[in-house]
């Protein structure tokens, strides 16, 4: 897979026994951004999802997230959207709150996650 010139990264990468997933904005798939609250989450993780699948990683094996959020009130909605898509024991997570993301994205979403 090769990268653009204006995204140099790999969407996903296989190191160590594990997937290190790039930062996964909510974009819809024609790359405008999902707006706010659960709806933003959700399309962050079905970028992260997308992103997994070129290294045929899944949902079910991440160990790790990384939210980084523009509203730490999303933190809230983020415990809700951890509790709906992961069974005990969860992945280890974290939430930052940061200023701002690329394309005013309310969210991105970094992940590691076991290899398959």
Same mark, same amino acid.
């Given at each position: ?10 969407? %996903? ?9 790039? !930062?996964?904005?909510?974009? &819809? ?5 999902? %707006?706010?609250? &659960? $709806? $933003?989450?959700?399309? $962050?993780?079905?970028?992260? @999802? &997308? &992103?997994?699948?070129? #290294?045929?990683? @899944? ?15 999303? =933190? ?13 024991? =969860?992945? $280890?997570?974290?939430? #930052? !709150? ?14 590691? #996650?076991? %290899?398959?």
């Amino acid at each position: 897979m090769t990268t653009d010139p204006q995204h140099p990264y790999s969407p %996903a990468t296989v190191a160590c026994g594990l997937v290190f997933v790039s !930062g996964s904005l909510p974009l &819809r798939e024609d790359g405008t951004v999902v %707006a706010g609250g &659960r $709806a $933003a989450l959700d399309a $962050a993780v079905d970028t992260m @999802r &997308r &992103r997994m699948s070129t #290294v045929g990683a @899944r949902l079910e094996d991440v160990v790790k997230l990384t939210y980084f959020v523009t509203d730490i009130a999303l =933190r809230d909605v983020a415990n809700q959207q951890f509790l709906d898509l992961w069974p005990e024991p =969860r992945p $280890a997570r974290t939430v #930052v !709150g940061v200023s701002e993301l690329p394309y005013g994205s309310p969210v991105e979403i970094d992940a590691v #996650v076991k %290899a398959p």
